[in-house]
Structures are given as C-alpha cells and as structure tokens.
C-alpha cells in the first residue's frame, strides 16, 4: 500500500526470481548466490554455532547449522569419571538451565542404584524449587531476548537485571550463580536460609511488574508485531516429523509438557496448565513463553507456600569413592524452559558410568527444524528465527 | 505396555524385554528387524515422537549396542528398541526417511563411533569434530588422556590433583587409604 503511494517497488522484486531449489544444486557461479556465514561468534543470544546461508538477495534458499565450537566431550569425560565426578562436567551441558542436567544426572544413578524411593520429600520439593527457579532466569532472558532480535533492547536490560536477582537466590541457597551442584544423588545439598521466601517474594513482585512491562513493550510493538506475526512457522504436522517439544510444540496448539505428561518430583500437587497458542509462528511462541513466565512465578509460589519448613534433604548413600551400580539402562526426562530434556545413562556394574548421553530439544530444533525454517526467510530474520527456537548450542554438542 | 510386546514378540524376534520402569520398557532385536519394529511401532502403534538415538559401545564383546527410544504421546509411554550390530566394519540400515532429525543423529554417530548408514543424508559430513582424523573419539578404546598428553604442550607450574585423591581427602579425611587408585587414564 504505502510502496504504491510513494510509487516505487520493493529492491527485492528486481532480483533475479527465487528458482532455486533446496538442494547442494545452488551454483554460486552463476552470481545469482551468495554464501554468508552468520556466527559462531554469538548470533544473537544462541552463541558458539554457525550457521551457513545461501542468500538470494536477501531471502535464504539454503541453510546448514554448524556446531562444535564448544566440543569439550562431555559425555565421553563423564564415562571416565566416579558417578559423583560426573556431576561438576554434566552441569556445562547446558549453560542456560544447568539445574536440569543435575537432576537428569542425579535421577537417573538413583533409579539405577535403587535409591530412587529414598529422596527425602523435603529434597524433591527444593529440587522442583530450582528447577523452577532456573526456568524463571532462563525465561527473564529468553522473553525480552526475543524483542532483542528485533532490535527491542530495553526490555532485555530489564531482564538481566531481573534474572540477576535470581541468581542472588540461588546463590545464598547453593553458594553459586550459575553452576550449583545442588541436586545430587539423595536429595540436595541445603535447606532454604533464612528469610529466603521474604526475599524471593520481593524479587517476584518485581517481577510481576516486568511482566506487565514486558507486555506493553513487545506484544503492543507494532514493529515486533509486524515482524514476528507469520514468521517461521511450525505446524502441528511438523511436531513429531521433527521431534519438536516444549514451547516451540504448545505454539502451535500442541500441548505437551513432561510436567503433565510424566509428572516427576511433586508437579502433580501443583495447579498449573500449559499455556498453548495457535499460530505457530514467533508471535505465538513468545505469547507462550510469555504466559509461561507468569505460570512460573505462580509455581515458585505454590512450591514455597506447600513445601514443609523442616525434614531430611538427603537419602543416607554409599561412600562415593567406592559407589558402583549395577548393570543397567534407564531414560529420564523433565520439562526445561526449552522442552523435553532428557538423559540416556547406561551403568555396566563398575565404578563409572559405561555410557551417558544427552537428548536437548536444540538437537532437532536448531539443525533439522532450523534448516528448513530458514529457506525463504530474509537474511534479516535469521537471527530472530534462530532465538525463537531457544537454541542452545552446548547441548548439541556435548 | 506388556500387551504390546506380547504381541509383538513373535513377528520382531523380540530376544529380551526390560521393564525398566511401568511406562519404559527396553526390548532387543536382531539387527534386520529393528527398522520394520521402529516402522510399525511408529505407524501402527502410536509411537509418534522419536526421542533419540544413542549408541553404547560394548567392547568386550566386540559390539556396539544402537538404542532407538520412542514415545507414544497417547499412552504416555516409551520403548527403547535395541539391536546388536558388529564393531568391525560397522553398519546399520538408515531410518532416515521416517523422521527427519534421524539424519543427525546418524550423522554424529558415524563421526563418534564410527558406524556407516548407507544413504543417510549429509552421512560423511564432519558434525563436531573437523577435520578429525584419529579414531572415532567416542569409542572405548579411544584414550583421551593419552591424545591430550600427546597433541597439547603441557603447562609449565600447573599442579594437577587426583580426583579421587583430591575427593578422598575432602570428603572422607579420615578413611584409610584402602581404595585402589582410580584409573583415569582409560
């Protein structure tokens, strides 16, 4: 409409017609393509991978994900440690939400060794309180950081400053901001100090009101709007083509959640139901994520409000040095602020684990899904796209 | 759950069920059978969502051990299904064409463990590891300390504590020193 008010037409269009195919049949040669390598130096919030595009003017016909730019071979380093050394490497697997890993980590040699109904109830209500809390520091930067991509920086300042206090919480309960080694085999490894709930309540009240900030700055944008709105879209086809879980699946009416699906710890004493959307497209996964941000306060408060004040946070357990499992494989899963998180851990009866293997949601989102997200975005998207499918690359690599 | 195995033992050569947990179960097959498993298991069983494929290198036994997990979204339940296959000159069927992240997967795992799926997608391109050309690293054998200690200067002023030692110390002072030192080196 206003292209023809002022009487001129997109630079776009005078390019040669998009006829490329997707495919390795793109002949950079003929000068219609050009090759552009966006990362591995941070895009966007992502980080430590790349990703290879085939642009057409500016509309990508061709993507390819590159990781291993992190590769510290976790999985393998784990297999030639004690049980219990695993747990310092298993919490870099994820940097975003490390809390994850530590349980996966420390869940999986409970049920292995047995141990599994021995976690004191008090422990499996602080384990939710972290996994929780670390789903809140993670959607405090991943909601604004959305914006961000749009170039809507204010909102990711307030959220940093947010997610900080957080880290303030967790840091006076575990010792540590960002890597906490609190969930450990048996339970955890403190109990709330000291006026930990007043203070947590003071940070979510300020949070309550970032939420209603965060509101008006990027969903009443209309330059996210516009943006976001059709962009990248999932259909609910693509949810088990591709193995899409978490927010990217309930943005696109797919209700799944490991917290509902397989309730684990005490998520079944919580009142909560995952929000869903429609769409499917950034919009729709940011809405989610937005609403989910709400439902996370909400949880930490009913966490806090029905925990008991006082009981055993850790199962008496063997002499770590000499604790061996016997022969066995289990898989276990829970709901990180990205989607289903899962851990493969197989024991052989010796002192280590025979094989440890991690399944993140960034391993199908951001290399199959990602791929052919891409193809017809414009360049200036890509970042966007990227973000909105909460790729994390260290749980690619591993 | 067991119904379903019941009744999938016959035609699938079902060897060994493990119930590890009321809503996950780990079966093996032969080799030939396990992509048809997977095939029906996805179509005809409601096993939708592919959780992943994993690899677990027996050694001893001179095999390797290939997991594909699924997960049926209406029943709420997993099954791990497990097939045996050589370490010498390893090869698996491509399950590619059923599920697109397949690929990945074995594209990774044709890097770590070396084990080809002819026709796979992208199968031979380098995933984590450019330009590697040691053995597949994520095999038993494959000596991490040793190719560190070989290819990395060392750090002159660096101490460098035994785990276990350093652990012991730490956390049990007063044990005797009976515990064998731990071997990291393997």
Redo the contacts between chains.
């Keep these: 409409m206003i292209n023809k008010f002022l009487g001129f037409e997109p630079d776009k269009d005078k390019l040669p017609s998009l006829t490329a195919k997707i495919g390795d049949d793109i002949d950079l040669s003929s000068h219609k393509y050009q090759k552009i390598w966006l990362g591995p130096n941070h895009p966007g919030v992502t980080g430590n991978m790349a990703v290879e595009l085939w642009v057409q003017g500016n509309t990508v016909v061709k993507a390819k994900t590159h ?2 730019y992190l ?1 510290r ?1 976790f ?3 784990i297999e ?3 049980f ?2 695993g747990f310092p490497t298993s919490i870099r697997m994820c940097v975003a939400e490390p809390d994850t890993n530590e349980y996966l980590i420390a869940t999986c040699t409970e ?1 292995l060794s047995g141990y599994d109904k021995a976690v004191p109830e008090m422990a499996k209500w602080l384990r939710m309180l972290s996994l929780e809390m670390a789903r809140l520091q993670g959607l405090l930067r991943g909601v604004p950081g959305q914006g961000g991509t749009f170039a809507l920086g204010l909102g990711v300042q307030w959220g940093v400053y947010l997610r900080d206090l957080i880290l303030d919480r967790f840091e006076e309960l575990t010792g540590a901001r960002v890597y906490h080694m609190y969930i450990i085999p048996g339970g955890v490894r403190g109990l709330l100090p000291d006026g930990f709930k007043e203070r947590m309540e003071d940070n979510l009240r300020d949070i309550d009101d970032f939420i209603i900030r965060i509101r008006k700055l990027m969903f009443h944008n209309s330059v996210f709007k516009k943006r976001a709105k059709g962009l990248a879209r999932i259909t609910p086809e693509m949810v ?4 899409i879980v978490g927010t990217n699946a309930r943005g696109c009416g797919v209700k ?1 959640d490991v917290r509902k ?2 309730p684990y710890l005490h998520y079944d004493q919580l009142d909560f139901d995952p929000p869903t959307d429609t769409d499917g497209d950034i919009y729709a996964r940011t809405w989610v994520r937005w609403q989910e941000l709400i439902q996370t306060v909400d949880l930490i408060r009913q966490i806090m409000a029905k925990m008991p004040e006082k009981g055993d946070i850790k199962a008496q357990m063997p ?4 604790w061996k499992i016997p022969k ?4 276990v ?1 829970l709901e990180s602020g990205r989607g ?1 998180y ?1 851990m ?1 851990y ?1 024991t052989d009866g010796s ?1 280590k684990p ?2 440890v ?1 991690l ?1 993140g949601p960034s ?2 989102h951001a ?3 990602l791929e ?1 997200l891409l193809v017809g975005a414009d360049v200036a998207d890509v970042h966007a796209i990227m973000v909105s499918l909460q790729t994390c690359p260290p749980e690619i ?1 591993r | 759950m067991k119904n379903l195995i019941e009744k999938l033992t016959e035609d699938f050569k079902i060897s060994d069920v493990v119930y590890q947990r009321p809503d996950l179960a780990f079966v093996t097959v032969p080799k030939g059978v396990a992509i048809s498993l997977v095939t029906e298991l996805r179509d005809y069983e409601g096993f939708s969502h592919f959780v992943m494929m994993s690899c677990v290198d027996w050694i001893e036994e001179g095999k390797f051990q290939l997991l594909y997990l699924l997960h049926n979204p209406k029943t709420k339940t997993d099954v791990g299904v497990k097939t045996f296959i050589d370490r010498e000159n390893a090869e698996m069927a491509s399950a590619h064409h059923l599920w697109k992240q397949v690929w990945t997967y074995q594209r990774e795992l044709k890097e770590a463990f070396g084990i080809d799926f002819p026709g796979s997608p992208r199968v031979d391109e380098n995933f984590v590891v450019e330009g590697w050309t040691e053995m597949p690293h994520m095999r038993r054998d494959f000596n991490t300390k040793e190719y560190s200690r070989d290819t990395y200067f060392p750090r002159p002023g660096r101490e460098t504590n035994d785990p276990a030692e350093y652990m012991r110390k730490k956390l049990y002072p007063n044990e005797p020193i009976t515990a064998k030192k731990q071997d990291n080196d393997k």
Excluded: P
Aim: proline share 0%; glycine share 12%; aromatic share 8%.
């Design positions: 990781v291993g590769h071979g999985e393998k380093l030639r440690r004690l219990v050394q049920q088990d083509k591709y193995g799944r699906d397989h002499n770590v040095l000499h066995g494989e289990t898989y899963r289903e899962g493969y197989v002192e025979r094989r293997n399944r391993y199908t290399i199959a899904l052919d690599e």
